[in-house]
Nanobody, 117 residues
Framework: QVQLVESGGGLVQPGGFLRLSCAASGSIFSFAAMGWYRQAPGKQRELVARIFRSGATNYADSVKGRFTISRDNAKTTMYLQMNSLKPEDTAVYYC???????????WGQGTQVTVSS
């Protein structure tokens, strides 16, 4: 069982920035992939960014150039640096990991990000 604890959400003005954190139990190298997803009201959950065990990353087109996913191996923590935030980035952001051994998927509880003036 993997435990994920997210933090860092909040209210920010358009053009502002936030950094989300996801603390995971277990070694980061036991995960095939770690990622951030988001779900806005009335919409399906969508991939925002993902980082693979190799260190490779991929991003949704809507956040490329504004968001950066990273991880701290020593702290088993993943981050999402979000810059130049837009109102359409408003959503609940979820941390996700997929284990290397069983390809099991685990989710965090979610953290609200609201971009509004």
């Amino acid at each position: 069982q993997v435990q994920l604890v997210e933090s860092g959400g909040g209210l920010v003005q358009p053009g502002g920035f936030l950094r989300l954190s996801c603390a995971a139990s277990g070694s980061i190298f036991s995960f095939a992939a770690m990622g951030w997803y988001r779900q806005a009201p009335g919409k399906q959950r969508e991939l925002v960014a993902r980082i693979f065990r190799s260190g490779a990353t991929n991003y949704a087109d809507s956040v490329k150039g504004r968001f950066t996913i990273s991880r701290d191996n020593a702290k088993t923590t993943m981050y999402l640096q979000m810059n130049s935030l837009k109102p359409e980035d408003t959503a609940v952001y979820y941390c996700n990991v997929v284990t290397q051994s069983t390809q099991s998927s685990y989710w965090g509880q979610g953290t609200q990000v609201t971009v509004s003036s």
